[in-house]
């Protein structure tokens, strides 16, 4: 169906922070499937596990004990501060059963209103709730009317504490770096407080680490950063190196509100999906990969602010680790389209911020090789701009 806008590109396969085309052509990766291939394109260690686990099991269901999913479950316990795990298949679905359990908290503690807020620029989702808890018009436009229970209120804005303050919510739910809404970070005092406002008034605190999970902005987990303890995570995307599983994490407190046939999914951690993702977190929490993270990151973000000083029509670099936007005068899709040429992936986030998103397994050289290609992508948009 006509749901994409499609690039000119046919991609055949990948390896590492490449892909080749159709034609045999070699492209540098920098959108990592959106965030999804943290590992790079068929990372060997989870491709061996993958080829195992086809030749003994797919796919039961849930209404049987999974030794993967069990060892995966216990794996992301114990890297975190979440006490239980709920297995799915993307980051929609991750979200969705986070509404879900926030509204059933609300039912089983008999709140009056289950609500949650939500913040402006956010993306939480395509399905319809995930949609009604989205942020943004553009999301909602053309499937009116929306599930009700959310209110969405100014990101990094200290009025919208006070309005939480007098709401008194059943949950926030918010990024602590908006990707899709133009890769904007959320400030450190503003959480801090956000955090205390609601312990204080027992308010479940709901963090989208969706696409800033799995080591993408130097932890394993954003929140880490931020030294809160959230009630409930959602995770998807880096999970399974490319591999579809998405998963909500909760305190066991609030993981209780979930009775047996709340909820449920068919192919929600299936062998396959649990044997990706037990792999890939165990690479990715290793303490020698996020320091290589941390290193590979900084020397991008090094590299970048220098074009800064070159290139007057980026305004500002923002992100974090290896989620990094570019706020431009100008349309951000012309600098994706030009790239292309150039044989280099990159991503847009909104209008004017153009995205990057490389692999977290990339090297200097492919560092190098980035500069190299995305200097002359901007050399050539600051021409035609000023034909």
Same mark, same amino acid.
């Given at each position: 169906?006509?749901?994409?806008?499609?690039?000119?590109?046919?991609?055949?396969?990948?390896?590492?922070?490449?892909?080749?085309?159709?034609?045999?052509?070699?492209?540098?990766?920098?959108?990592?499937?959106?965030?999804?291939?943290?590992?790079?394109?068929?990372?060997?260690?989870?491709?061996?596990?993958?080829?195992?686990?086809?030749?003994?099991?797919?796919?039961?269901?849930?209404?049987?004990?999974?030794?993967?999913?069990?060892?995966?479950?216990?794996?992301?316990?114990?890297?975190?501060?979440?006490?239980?795990?709920?297995?799915?298949?993307?980051?929609?679905?991750?979200?969705?059963?986070?509404?879900?359990?926030?509204?059933?908290?609300?039912?089983?503690?008999?709140?009056?209103?289950?609500?949650?807020?939500?913040?402006?620029?956010?993306?939480?989702?395509?399905?319809?709730?995930?949609?009604?808890?989205?942020?943004?018009?553009?999301?909602?436009?053309?499937?009116?009317?929306?599930?009700?229970?959310?209110?969405?209120?100014?990101?990094?804005?200290?009025?919208?504490?006070? !309005?939480?303050? /007098?709401? =008194?919510?059943?949950? *926030?739910?918010? +990024?602590?770096?908006? #990707?899709? @809404?133009?890769?904007?970070?959320?400030?450190?005092?503003?959480?801090?407080?956000?955090?205390? !406002?609601?312990? /204080?008034? =027992?308010?479940?605190? *709901?963090?989208? +680490?969706?696409?800033? #999970?799995? @080591?993408?902005?130097?932890?394993?987990?954003?929140?880490?950063?931020?030294?809160?303890?959230?009630?409930?995570?959602?995770?998807?995307?880096?999970?399974?190196?490319?591999?579809?599983?998405?998963?909500?994490?909760?305190?066991?407190?609030?993981?209780?509100?979930?009775?047996?046939?709340?909820?449920?999914?068919?192919?929600?951690?299936?062998?396959?999906?649990?044997?990706?993702?037990?792999?890939?977190?165990?690479?990715?929490?290793?303490?020698?990969?996020?320091?290589?993270?941390?290193?590979?990151?900084?020397?991008?973000?090094?590299?970048?602010?220098?074009?800064?000083?070159?290139?007057?029509?980026?305004?500002?670099?923002?992100?974090?680790?290896?989620?990094?936007?570019?706020?431009?005068?100008?349309?951000?899709?012309?600098?994706?389209?030009?790239?292309?040429?150039?044989?280099?992936?990159?991503?847009?986030?909104?209008?004017?911020?153009?995205?990057?998103?490389?692999?977290?397994?990339?090297?200097?050289?492919?560092?190098?090789?980035?500069?190299?290609?995305?200097?002359?992508?901007?050399?050539?948009?600051?021409?035609?701009?000023?034909?």
């Amino acid at each position: 169906m006509n749901t994409y806008s499609r690039l000119p590109l046919s991609i055949q396969k990948g390896k590492g922070a490449y892909v080749w085309s159709d034609k045999n052509e070699a492209y540098l990766d920098f959108t990592s499937g959106i965030a999804t291939c943290n590992l790079g394109h068929c990372p060997p260690e989870v491709q061996k596990a993958l080829e195992q686990q086809l030749s003994n099991l797919w796919h039961t269901s849930n209404l049987y004990h999974l030794p993967k999913q069990e060892e995966l479950a216990r794996l992301l316990v114990e890297k975190s501060c979440f006490d239980q795990v709920f297995f799915c298949n993307s980051g929609a679905e991750a979200n969705e059963a986070a509404i879900k359990l926030v509204r059933a908290f609300a039912n089983n503690n008999h709140k009056k209103h289950a609500s949650i807020v939500t913040f402006q620029q956010s993306f939480h989702g395509r399905t319809l709730a995930t949609v009604a808890a989205t942020g943004q018009e553009k999301i909602k436009s053309g499937f009116e009317p929306m599930p009700e229970g959310f209110i969405h209120l100014p990101y990094n804005d200290y009025q919208s504490l006070q !309005t939480i303050r /007098e709401l =008194e919510p059943t949950a *926030v739910m918010l +990024e602590l770096l908006q #990707g899709e @809404g133009g890769v904007v970070r959320a400030d450190p005092d503003w959480v801090k407080e956000l955090s205390s !406002t609601c312990k /204080e008034k =027992e308010i479940l605190l *709901v963090v989208d +680490e969706v696409q800033t #999970g799995m @080591g993408r902005t130097g932890s394993l987990f954003l929140y880490e950063q931020y030294n809160v303890e959230p009630d409930i995570m959602t995770l998807a995307k880096g999970l399974g190196s490319g591999f579809p599983i998405g998963a909500m994490l909760a305190k066991e407190e609030v993981a209780a509100a979930f009775k047996s046939g709340m909820h449920g999914s068919t192919f929600g951690g299936n062998p396959l999906a649990c044997t990706a993702g037990i792999e890939t977190l165990n690479i990715i929490s290793e303490e020698s990969f996020l320091k290589n993270v941390a290193e590979q990151s900084q020397l991008l973000h090094t590299e970048l602010e220098s074009l800064l000083d070159d290139f007057s029509f980026i305004k500002e670099k923002r992100g974090k680790g290896m989620l990094i936007g570019l706020e431009i005068n100008g349309n951000a899709i012309d600098i994706v389209k030009m790239a292309l040429e150039e044989k280099l992936l990159l991503l847009s986030a909104g209008p004017n911020v153009v995205r990057l998103l490389p692999p977290l397994t990339i090297t200097q050289e492919d560092v190098v090789t980035f500069v190299q290609k995305f200097t002359k992508v901007l050399q050539q948009y600051m021409e035609v701009e000023h034909e």
